[in-house]
């Protein structure tokens, strides 16, 4: 790997494709650990406002970003001698980006993305698409886990983990990302740690259209237990392990997204709750809520494995405009009674 020969002890250049809060959060991360960061975005005046006044005013206003993070829209220049490349655009934008990448990528250089959702249409997972663009032997790594940019720029203290089939490359990501106020775990479950940061989106709308109805905490708490049950059903059916969706990328996503309102998702729910548009709501959030195309692929999953997802069914068909947030309610408390496990877990 192109850290490796350097004997001068620095740490290698990480290289973040994505200028939008979750890009800036943790390119700042990773520069904050003393690794020299390239922040990749496409909009030439937000690269300015880095590399002059070291705030992305747009997704992050307010802190001030390290001086060894700089910013650029040339993706050659992001990649020259990079030791890491993270991608961290939104789910529609993934595989453009990544298809623009694979070229200028440096010889035996991993490519990680923190990016939560599937390729929109065709349903494939993003390290599909990854597998695909990059071709084999190329290091891949997911990282995800309950984790605010907000909060991470801020510095508080967060946990995610980073899932790859490549050990090493996991390792190195981590090692990247872990710091005094940042615990990077590592797994080997792409798969499953992958369906746990794209559920948890949709589940988070299904809590918030709950408060935004003021349903009360009950409804929540039961919405987050049986979501976790779907995300688990859907993730054995595909062949993810049970423990990923235990841990950070599962129930600690599902968690902090359901009931933090810094989630865009959640506060697409709240707002639809309270019988805003989505329109509206989209407009006044500003920033991706990846929900909105992540129901239909997560529902596409559902049906090719013959799965029933009640909660994740009920969002898509409140997001279409389908049912209204009440409809859906009537819906859920209107199915049969039945035993919490009928067959086990995973049934
Ligand atoms: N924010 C968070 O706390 C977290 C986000 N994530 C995930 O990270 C991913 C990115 O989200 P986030 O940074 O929050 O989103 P934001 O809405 O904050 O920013 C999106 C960024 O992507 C850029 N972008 C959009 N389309 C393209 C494109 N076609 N080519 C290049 N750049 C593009 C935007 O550029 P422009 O400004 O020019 O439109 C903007 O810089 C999502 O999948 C999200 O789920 C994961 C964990 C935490
Ligand atoms: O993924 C996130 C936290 O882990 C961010 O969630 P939202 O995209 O809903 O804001």
């Given amino acids: 790997m192109a850290a490796s020969n350097d004997v001068t002890g620095a740490l290698p250049p990480v290289a973040v494709f994505g200028a939008g809060s979750w890009g800036t959060a943790l390119a700042a991360l990773a520069a904050r650990h003393g690794h020299p960061t390239v922040l990749w975005g ?7 406002a880095i590399n002059q006044g070291h705030e992305n005013e747009r997704y992050l206003p307010g802190h001030t970003l390290p001086d060894n993070l700089t910013a650029t829209t040339d993706m050659a220049e992001a990649v020259r001698g990079a030791g890491m490349l993270l991608v961290v655009v939104p789910s529609h934008a993934f595989a453009e980006v990544v298809r623009e990448l694979a070229p200028l990528r440096p010889d ?10 599937f ?28 984790s605010f940019a907000k909060e991470v720029v801020a510095g508080l203290p967060t946990a995610l983990t980073v899932h790859s089939d490549d050990d090493a490359f996991a390792q190195q990501v981590a090692d990247t990302l872990h710091g005094p106020a940042f615990r990077a775990y590592t797994g080997g479950d792409m798969l499953g740690a992958e369906l746990g940061g794209a559920m948890k989106n949709v589940l988070a709308v299904a809590t918030g259209v709950a408060d935004g109805m003021d349903l009360g905490l ?3 708490a039961g919405l987050i237990t049986r979501g976790l049950n779907e995300m688990l059903r859907l993730n054995h059916a595909i062949g993810g392990k049970a423990e990923t969706l235990m841990g950070l990328a599962g129930l600690g996503d599902l968690a902090l997204t359901c009931t933090g309102d810094l989630s865009r998702n959640r506060r697409l729910g709240l707002a639809l709750g309270r019988g805003q548009s989505i329109e509206d709501a989209v407009r006044e959030i500003g920033q991706v809520v990846e929900s909105i195309q992540t129901a239909d692929e997560v529902m ?4 090719r ?9 009920a969002v898509q068909s409140v997001l279409h405009g389908d049912i209204t947030p009440a409809e859906g309610l009537q819906l859920l408390m209107s199915r049969e009674q039945k035993p919490e496990y009928p067959h086990g877990l995973f049934d």
């Fill in 119 to 146: 390729e929109p249409g065709s349903g494939r997972f993003l390290h599909e698409v990854a597998g695909e663009v990059f071709g084999p032997g190329v290091p891949l790594a997911v990282v995800t886990g309950p």
């Fill in 42 to 48: 496409r909009d030439a005046g937000t690269a300015e």
């Fill in 305 to 313: 494995h013959g799965i029933e997802l009640p909660i994740s069914q």
């Fill in 218 to 220: 009950n409804a929540r």
């Fill in 108 to 117: 035996g250089v991993g490519v990680a993305w923190a990016t939560k959702g």
């Fill in 300 to 303: 596409r999953q559902a049906e």
